[in-house]
């Protein structure tokens, strides 16, 4: 098929990328120039495991452009995936969404064939039918459902696993009115062997925000065990194990430490509280979930002042920048309220991330940057450990103060080692 993806972010490159080694044609439209040079290059406008290789190996099946209208035009079916923010009161912004709807409202103007849209970006319910419906229906004075379809498909890929991810969904979800949609996307992932969920688009698009405010409750909950569990002499990890092997619960996702961060989770549990409270519903167990989040960082600095009481001018290194291991992205990483505490108390920071560091300067320039890991390690007092990059376990910790939101097992060695949770 001839698929254009509308923003080409973590979401929209695998997705594009992912569809083109399934031998479709695929346009990019992004608005961002610098990574339509990069995509046209066949180089990664973003750090992903596997990427650039996929790139290169499809490099005759897919173009980027910022030309809707011609990438709608020679398109069967368009996927959106700009990103979708948050606002300052945590409700989504739909900025992106909005413009996007309003270019391919009028690159469908003239087209003549029926196109499918489909909505992957994570939009709040009654968004595709309220917001975007609307607008492309006002731009290219056509009739939703009957002379272009509307569908949505949300995305649960996870970032630093996008491309697996891609290939090997737990589920695909489907959100559809009318046939020639489901057709279409029945048809794109017709390779696919998972279960595939066919439902109208609102519960489609709930569906993406339950799934991420249960995760997110249940990584608030192991932190919140754990935090008991710490001051109990007990290990949260030994602890998850044991629960884990409940069927009913399933041990994935009982990562105790320092939270999560991530472009997802805390503005999708945010804009659900939002959205309920727009409804007139009062989201308790939501607010827990995220003020826990919000809390659990500090607990690192927290141990640290056990053995560092005062951290001005003290040597502080810190272990990983990333929301997570293998990627670049810090958007909402543990490693920023770690790092404004650590810079409001004085300390002098020296930091580490293999992929991460050139993002994090940008907030952060004042920070010392080092080439490696072992040099934080070298010239710190005390080590902090906020991201599992798996390097990090080859490391010599022997004579150091080391922090470990993330459960390193070999900073163990340290001379004095502390676990968030254990
Ligand atoms: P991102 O910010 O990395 O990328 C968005 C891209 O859209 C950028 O390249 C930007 O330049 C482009 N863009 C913005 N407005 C545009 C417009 N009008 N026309 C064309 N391009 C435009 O976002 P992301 O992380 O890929 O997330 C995209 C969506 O997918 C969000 O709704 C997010 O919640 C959801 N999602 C993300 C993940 C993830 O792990 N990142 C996983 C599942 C779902």
Not at 150 to 162: I, S, Y
Not at 285 to 302: C, D, H, M, R, W
């Amino acid at each position: 098929m001839k698929v254009s993806i509308v923003g080409s972010g973590y979401v929209g490159i695998v997705t594009g990328i992912g569809f083109a080694e399934l031998n479709n044609e695929v346009i990019f439209i992004d608005i961002d120039k610098d990574k339509v040079e990069k995509i046209n290059s066949a180089k990664p406008p973003l750090y992903e495991k596997g990427l650039e290789e996929l790139m290169k190996k499809n490099r005759d099946k897919y173009v980027a452009t910022s030309d809707y209208k011609r990438a709608i035009e020679y398109t069967d079916v368009t996927f959106i995936c700009v990103g979708t923010p948050s606002k300052k009161d945590g409700s989504i912004d739909l900025k992106f969404i909005k413009s996007a709807a309003v270019e391919i409202g009028k690159a469908l103007k003239d087209k003549g064939d029926f196109h499918v849209v489909v909505v992957k970006s994570t939009v709040v319910p009654g968004t595709t039918e309220d917001v975007i419906k609307p607008t492309i229906e006002e731009k290219s004075k056509k009739k939703s459902f009957e002379d272009f379809g509307l569908a949505v498909n949300p995305e649960f890929l996870r970032e630093g696993n996008a491309i697996e991810d891609f290939f090997n969904p737990d589920r695909i979800v489907i959100g559809a009115k009318e046939e020639k949609s489901k057709k279409s996307l029945n048809e794109l992932y017709s390779s696919f062997e998972c279960p595939k969920f066919f439902t109208d688009i609102k519960t489609a698009e709930m569906i993406k925000y339950a799934s991420n405010a249960f995760l997110a409750t249940k990584i608030s909950f192991a932190n919140e065990i754990g935090n008991i569990c710490k001051k109990l002499g007990i290990d949260a990890y030994d602890v998850f194990k044991g629960v884990g092997l409940d069927h009913r619960i399933n041990p994935s996702f009982f990562r105790a430490g320092i939270g999560f961060g991530g472009s997802c989770f805390p503005k999708d549990v945010k804009a659900l509280m939002a959205k309920a409270e727009e409804v007139g519903e009062n989201p308790r167990l939501l607010k827990a979930v995220i003020e826990i989040n919000e809390k659990q960082p500090l607990k690192l600095i927290e141990l640290l002042k056990k053995h560092v009481s005062k951290l001005e001018g003290e040597k502080i290194g810190v272990l990983g920048l990333a929301f997570k291991p293998d990627t670049d992205d810090i958007r909402e990483s543990r490693a920023i309220p770690i790092v404004e505490t650590l810079i409001k108390e004085g300390a002098e920071i020296i930091a580490y991330d293999p992929k991460a560091m050139n993002n994090f300067a940008k907030i952060f320039p004042q920070l010392k940057y080092a080439n490696s890991a072992d040099e934080v390690i070298a010239n710190s007092d005390a080590v902090l450990i906020v991201t599992e990059w798996e390097e990090f376990e080859k490391l010599n910790y022997k004579g150091k103060i080391v922090i470990d939101g993330r459960r390193v097992e070999r900073a163990r060695e340290a001379k004095i080692y502390e676990g968030v949770c254990w």
